[in-house]
């Protein structure tokens, strides 16, 4: 809970550079938009107001429960996969660890940075529209329409190459360290009811 709300707090704060990068990335580079970063922010904000500079953050805070709940269900359930405790683990057990849970988070929270990324590059000021492949109104209108035109799987459309990269935009998982002392706990917890129902 604590990461995923620390996650939330830091998408908002840093959100805006977030869509001015990908304002940047889908500008036409002959006839570029934007100059620049600060460029970008002023012209977004005087063109399109404040909320343009939020656009796609709903997506953004959505996608960070699926990110985190798959983190946490792939490091809690590590120690039946490799049958042995998590504070024995080797560093080569650990760089495995991290690359499965950075899959399965990203895997799971894709469809929320698909939308995020097409209402983020949606603008009427750019050329073909930010060429974005669908036109919508909103987020659950971008979902619908993304599945109308290209398929469901349309919403993990580029997920090889982030599934390459394994470095998801905010880390909302708990650190290894975290996890290791929430498993001790949790263990000493159980064997302290444990030896109470034995007494």
Same mark, same amino acid.
Request: net charge positive; aromatic share 10%; with cysteine.
């Given at each position: 809970?604590?990461?995923?709300?620390?996650?939330?707090?830091?998408?908002?704060?840093?959100? &805006?550079?977030?869509?001015?990068?990908?304002?940047?990335?889908? =500008?036409?580079? +002959?006839?570029?938009?934007?100059?620049?970063?600060?460029?970008? !922010?002023?012209?977004?904000?005087?063109?399109?107001? +404040?909320?343009?500079?939020?656009?796609?953050?709903?997506?953004?805070? #959505?996608?960070?429960?699926?990110?985190?709940?798959?983190?946490?269900?792939?490091?809690?359930?590590?120690?039946?996969?490799?049958?042995?405790?998590?504070?024995? !683990?080797?560093?080569? @057990? $650990?760089?495995?660890?991290?690359?499965?849970?950075?899959?399965?988070?990203?895997? #799971?929270?894709?469809?929320?940075?698909?939308?995020?990324?097409?209402? @983020?590059?949606?603008?009427?000021? +750019?050329?073909?529209?930010?060429?974005?492949?669908?036109?919508?109104?909103?987020?659950?209108?971008? !979902?619908?329409?993304?599945?109308? $035109? *290209?398929?469901?799987?349309? #919403?993990?459309?580029?997920?090889?190459?982030? /599934? #390459? *990269?394994?470095? &998801?935009?905010?880390? =909302?998982?708990?650190?290894? =360290?975290?996890?290791?002392?929430?498993?001790? /706990?949790?263990?000493?917890? !159980?064997?302290?009811?444990?030896?109470?129902?034995? $007494?």
């Amino acid at each position: 809970m604590a990461g995923s709300l620390a996650g939330m707090v830091a998408t908002i704060v840093t959100y &805006p550079t977030d869509v001015i990068k990908t304002r940047l990335i889908v =500008q036409n580079r +002959l006839e570029p938009s934007y100059e620049g970063i600060l460029h970008a !922010f002023y012209k977004i904000y005087h063109q399109e107001g +404040l909320l343009a500079l939020y656009r796609g953050v709903s997506p953004a805070i #959505l996608g960070a429960v699926p990110f985190s709940a798959g983190s946490f269900f792939v490091y809690i359930n590590l120690d039946k996969i490799w049958r042995e405790p998590i504070v024995h !683990f080797t560093p080569l @057990q $650990n760089f495995i660890n991290g690359c499965v849970a950075a899959g399965v988070a990203q895997t #799971l929270s894709f469809p929320f940075e698909t939308v995020k990324r097409k209402m @983020q590059a949606q603008s009427p000021w +750019l050329p073909h529209y930010g060429a974005v492949d669908v036109h919508f109104t909103g987020m659950a209108d971008c !979902f619908r329409q993304t599945v109308k $035109n *290209k398929g469901v799987l349309g #919403l993990w459309s580029g997920l090889t190459p982030s /599934l #390459l *990269k394994l470095t &998801p935009g905010v880390d =909302q998982s708990l650190q290894p =360290q975290e996890l290791r002392e929430l498993k001790l /706990l949790r263990r000493e917890n !159980f064997e302290r009811r444990k030896s109470a129902l034995e $007494n």
